[in-house]
């Protein structure tokens, strides 16, 4: 589920939209759901935008990381509240889906974040070799979640020796993968860089989180 | 004249485990080293010294190596990293960009310069541009590797068993590659358990043995015929019922298009299969379907039985710290059956060494080793000769064979002609 949310998107979609149109998008994002008593809407909105791109996988998977967090977090809520004040039920659920908003624009404000931009701002900033940072933390993620899924399901295969597999294996195992990107690119990583990396830009995805920013601000004021 | 590269080692290895001796050699121009040798041979020793990264991977260096006369570690890391272009072994992990496009454009941006479409020609696929790294198979990944390195126009390339993980189509675009590398006068080190590849290069051959120099000289094709693959035939067997069975499968990552369409096929108890196809046609993908794994997305897969995946990347598999460790829980704590497959799979001298300093092949040997003493059902194991020469691959075959004696499912995935000529059924996947 967070695999498929943050990592199953290259530089596209909305990633290409303009740099200022993204930060104008999160800013409101953000202060809809801070400010906004209702947060519920913001989850609509998300999954709309992620049925346009990436699609179909994504907006499921961020569904249902989104409402699954919502319910958790509305269950502790709950449980707290049976020894205090007492929540109804439909105040549990207001609370899992504004949980559930908030959840699903930190995902979206994640996945628009383009790493080469971060790249590029870092660059700019003078860190010359900071600046491969994010490149690398963005290969390396989504490998080490792939792998330490890998490592877990051969662990189940073998369980009738090992029992679950413990933590500590696979990071330890992944601690290893760490070593062999260390070794591989020893030299790389302890090479500055000298030129920014060029961005292709969407007008149409653009205009499309600027549209998603107007919204935001309108219904900010009926809600 | 200078050369292009010079190596003077009188002892380098790692402290308390594995040590190479005396080795010497000097590369003009345009010329080509190749570097063969067993299994643990001492092979990415030697290039972890040319590349000067031993000491990053935990070992030391007595002697010298120079490129063009000046010391690698004493030159800048930009000047390191601009002259030597490595290509190693487990090529997945040389990546520093999330995208194609990004981790080209990164090289480029070391050099100083902003990328532009101009520069992916070569790779001959526009989609290949915005795919996600770590979603290429291993050929793309190569094609990839060698653009960067052309791009860095190094002095230097060295290649560390760059076939190991490559199709028919993938090699081609290797020859093709170091042929162009030689035309530009780059100085070539490549290390291969199996050279004769090779002969087109017409190389100078260092053959390492137990950590010193067996043979440094031209290129000899009797000695590299010494060195390449027979590998020992395995008697045919006869199917002992269905282990699995996979019913219309069909199966895509998420965010891509679908890898397996439509597979039907049976997986049969006491032969050996391979499974075969172009690098990112599914291997892989089936080889985890069939064991569990992985879930279809549509279509069903039925197993009768227990199953265990030995993965491409060793690392994944293991629970313990040493070899020993590994194969005692799998064994109950019988020693005896420890040191009666270490025996068969020539790995009762590394039984005691930790995991993390043993070679490719030591690695893959233990894991089938451990695999082989929880008797499972079936076995799905993941190129299982790569990087293998070619007596530790027989024992891997006799190893095959004891399982097959006991009328258990082996499930292969290779491109290794000589080891899809020994299968008792061989699949070839073609694209979805």
Known sequence: ?223 | MVPLFSARIERCGYPGSFELRDVRFELKKGEALLVTGKSGSGKTTLLRVVTGTIEAAGGYLEGEVLLEGKSILEMKPEEVYHSIAYIPQELWYAFVGYTVYTEVCHVLAQLGVNCTDADFAPLGSSRLVNRLTYTLSAGEVQRVLWLETMIKRARLIVLDEPLTYLDEEARRVVKHYVKVARSREMGIIVADHDPAYWEFLEPDMLILEGGIVKYHGPWSRSKAEEQGMKLTSLKKHVERGVFVKFKNVSFRYTGDSYIIKDFTESLQRGVLTCITGPNGSGKTTLLKLGSGILKPTRGSVERYGTAIYVPENTFLFFSKTTPREELMIPARGNENKVLEIAELLKIKHILDRPVTKLSNSERRRVSIAAACLADHDGYFIDEPFGGIDAENASSVLQAFQLLLDKGKAVVVATHDEKVMSLADTVIRLGPA
């Open chain 1, 1 to 223: 589920m967070i695999y498929r949310s943050f990592f199953a998107v290259g530089d596209t979609g909305y990633r290409r939209a303009h740099f200022l149109s993204k930060v104008v998008f999160i800013l409101s994002i953000v202060l809809y759901t801070v400010k906004s008593p209702v947060k519920a809407p913001i989850l609509v909105l998300v999954i709309f935008l992620g049925l346009i791109y990436p699609g179909k996988d994504w907006a499921t998977s961020v569904l249902e990381l989104s409402l699954f967090t919502g319910f958790v977090v509305a269950l502790v809520v709950y449980s707290f509240s049976l020894i205090t004040t007492g929540a109804t039920p439909l105040q549990v659920l207001e609370v899992a889906m504004n949980i559930a908003g908030a959840v699903s624009a930190a995902v979206f404000s994640f996945t628009i974040i383009s790493p080469a931009e971060i790249y590029n701002t870092i660059y700019l900033l003078q860190g010359r070799r900071a600046a491969t940072l994010p490149l690398l933390l963005w290969v390396l993620i989504p490998r080490y979640l792939k792998d330490a899924l890998d490592s877990f399901t051969i662990g189940n295969l073998r369980v009738e020796y090992y029992g679950k597999r413990p933590l500590r294996v696979t990071i330890r195992q992944l601690l290893e993968v760490g070593d062999y990107f260390e070794e591989y690119c020893y030299w790389r990583l302890r090479t500055p860089v000298k030129a920014t990396i060029t961005i292709e830009r969407s007008y149409k995805y653009t205009l499309i989180l600027l549209a998603t920013t107007l919204l935001l601000t309108f219904l900010k004021y009926i809600i």
